[in-house]
């Protein structure tokens, strides 16, 4: 059984920045990546990546502010976010899978419980 906790959402201010970590239990899966879902819009993958690093995805909107980086020893995964604007308030999900890297959420079978992200103006 996988199981995954996100910890380090918050406030912060618009410019500011923020780390948030995803501690993954169980066995090691291929690809880990970080959805967000604001409210009332659908879920989206923000970026992801695999086992080995050679692949990755990004989303435009974060391009050059959000970066995305594993420990495997210590199967986590991390995200620092830069330069963050109040469009980034949501609630940040971790997610893992074996089938690639994919940015639909159909394709993750395990998820973690989110941690809120607030960014004010």
């Known amino acids: 059984q996988v199981q995954l906790i996100e910890s380090g959402g918050g406030l912060v201010q618009a410019g500011g920045s923020l780390r948030l970590s995803c501690a993954a239990s169980g066995r090691i899966l291929d690809v880990m990546a970080w959805f967000r879902q604001a409210p009332g819009k659908a879920r989206e993958c923000v970026t992801a990546?695999?086992?080995?690093?050679?692949?990755?995805y990004l989303r435009d909107s974060v391009e050059g502010r959000i970066t995305i980086s594993r420990d495997n020893a210590e199967n986590t995964l991390y995200l620092q976010m830069n330069s963050l604007r109040p469009e980034d308030t949501a609630v940040y999900y971790c997610?893992?899978?074996?089938?690639?890297?994919?940015?639909?959420?159909?394709?993750?079978?395990?998820w973690g419980q989110g941690t809120r992200v607030t960014v004010s103006s």
């Open positions: 990546v695999n086992w080995s690093g050679t692949g990755r």
């Open positions: 997610a893992a899978t074996d089938v690639g890297v994919l940015t639909t959420e159909n394709n993750y079978d395990y």
